[in-house]
């Protein structure tokens, strides 16, 4: 049998939020103005604009709060039917807080190179494989998709006078499951007394786990950008940026296979000889747990001593995902006596449409008048930060048996860096330290779901299933160069 699992979603913490103190802080994008390591994910051509070796560590919290949904029916007591006797299902929205670690750093090569990397570490798991039932309310931006280790590392570099282009691969894991195993039981019908049930007939079952292998394998969803600064060839534009980069699609491959020989011993039934009955079931899952959507970014930003500001345009290709539910795609079960592989059907249909959409950021920063303390300390550079953006729902349309709950998200944010020289003399300097806030907010709106009938999934007591809430973000880096 196989079962097919698709999965959601964007991607991770990095790409919802950003990487980096001063782009949480400043509309979670730039691609034509980032110059340090968070350049490996936003636009790898900016990484030829890193002048020194530096690193930078950051810790995140983004604490989702979404409309809790109404008790639901369901068959709560587990009798195969959904009444107006079963308890109401409490359905608690499967979303967590997204809790992690941002590592970012590069350094230049030869001058007119860079090289770099962005790493996020998810505090409580660095993978989170796991399957929704469609008819149960389901946020699929804000759900375990956001427990995912990320990794992006790459190479930019100036080709020709101000136009820079970099490369880059966003690391995402990939899994195989196989497990070999035999079941062996024995019936015997003779002798049978008064009294006796099926149990009684049935004895010792033995179950041979012969071999299970678990691999964890990489995927790349590649990333190419490129830089233009007008300066060289019209010095009245000196600091204006123009970019773009793509990238491309993948997804998280989970493939496991399951071999299963069933024996059955039976003897003392009637006239019939002793027999051994034997049951071969294949059953492979093949799970694309974690889509990542083909992405273009267009940018535009000005850079200066005091300052920059950013603004772009983001289109994002959802139309190939799925959500995480296991579907049945087919089944092969040898056996001499029953013949079952045209009766299954997919007790977890459903038809969802998805679009790609055309989202925007901007912000920027403003470095204030240095104030100088003297010693090795050297001066205090205060920068303030801000920006913001609004990326609406991919989610077109779905049918009745399912519960897809998505909204479009406005959001702003702010940020403070203070920039200074090493008062230790541990690293060559500077040292920076950022702080970030964001305010995501999700429209409201309704996802209308009612039945005059006990339906599996539907309101107890309402007419439809409420949608909207917020996500607030924190966020705080220390970084230097060595």
Do not use: C
Request: no cysteine.
């Amino acid at each position: 049998m196989w079962l097919l699992l698709a999965s959601s979603a964007q991607a991770t913490v990095p790409d919802l939020y950003g990487t980096g103190g001063w782009s949480m802080g400043a509309g979670t994008g730039g691609a034509s103005i980032v110059v340090d390591g968070a350049a490996a994910r936003l636009n790898p051509a900016g990484l030829n604009g890193i002048d020194e070796p530096e690193i930078a560590l950051g810790f995140s919290a983004a604490l989702p709060s979404l409309l809790p949904v109404p008790d639901l029916w369901w068959d709560t007591d587990r009798d195969g039917v959904v009444t107006s006797a079963d308890p109401p299902l409490a359905w608690e929205l499967p979303v967590e807080d997204a809790i992690g670690l941002h590592l970012n750093g590069g350094r230049d090569v030869g001058g007119r190179f860079g090289i770099g990397f962005s790493v996020y570490v998810p505090a409580n798991r660095l993978l989170q494989f796991a399957a929704v039932e469609p008819e149960l309310p389901t946020w699929f931006q804000y759900g375990h998709r956001q427990e995912r280790f990320a990794l992006a590392v790459g190479l930019g570099g100036e080709v020709l006078p101000g136009f820079s282009v970099g490369a880059s691969v966003d690391v995402i894991a990939a899994a195989r499951v196989t497990l070999y195993a035999t079941l062996d039981a024995t019936i015997d019908a003779g002798g049978v007394t008064t009294g006796d049930t099926v149990s009684d007939l049935v004895g010792e079952v033995v179950l041979d786990v012969h071999d299970i292998t678990f691999e964890v394998v990489p995927d790349y969803a590649p990333i190419i950008g490129a830089v233009w600064d007008l300066g060289p060839i019209v010095p009245a534009l000196e600091g204006l940026r123009l970019a773009g980069t793509w990238r491309g699609s993948a997804g998280l491959l989970i493939a496991a296979d399951l071999d299963v020989q069933a024996n059955v011993a039976a003897s003392g039934i009637g006239d019939l000889d002793p027999f051994v009955f034997a049951a071969l079931l294949d059953l492979g899952v093949s799970v694309q747990d974690h889509y990542v959507p083909g992405q273009a970014v267009f940018s535009i930003g000005y850079a200066r001593p005091g300052g920059r500001v950013y603004a772009e345009g983001r289109w994002t290709a959802w139309e190939r995902m799925q959500l995480n539910v296991a579907r049945i795609d087919g089944l092969d079960l040898t056996s001499p006596l029953v013949d079952i592989d045209d009766k299954v059907v997919d007790g977890s249909a459903y038809s969802a449409l998805f679009a790609s959409v055309l989202g925007g950021r901007a912000g920027g920063e403003l470095l204030l008048p240095p104030i100088p303390v003297g010693g090795r300390a050297d001066s205090l550079t205060f920068i303030v930060r801000g920006g913001g953006g609004f990326e609406p729902s991919p989610l077109v349309d779905q049918s009745a048996s399912s519960a897809i709950l998505d909204a479009d998200r406005v959001f702003g944010t702010a940020g403070l860096g203070l920039r200074h020289g090493d008062p230790f003399a541990l690293v060559q300097g500077p040292v920076h330290h950022d702080l970030a806030f964001q305010y995501h907010h999700l429209a409201r709106g309704a996802l209308e779901r009612s039945s005059d009938v006990p339906t599996a999934g539907y309101p107890v007591d309402a007419d439809s299933l409420p949608i909207g809430g917020h996500v607030i973000v924190l966020m705080a880096e220390v970084g230097f160069a060595y």
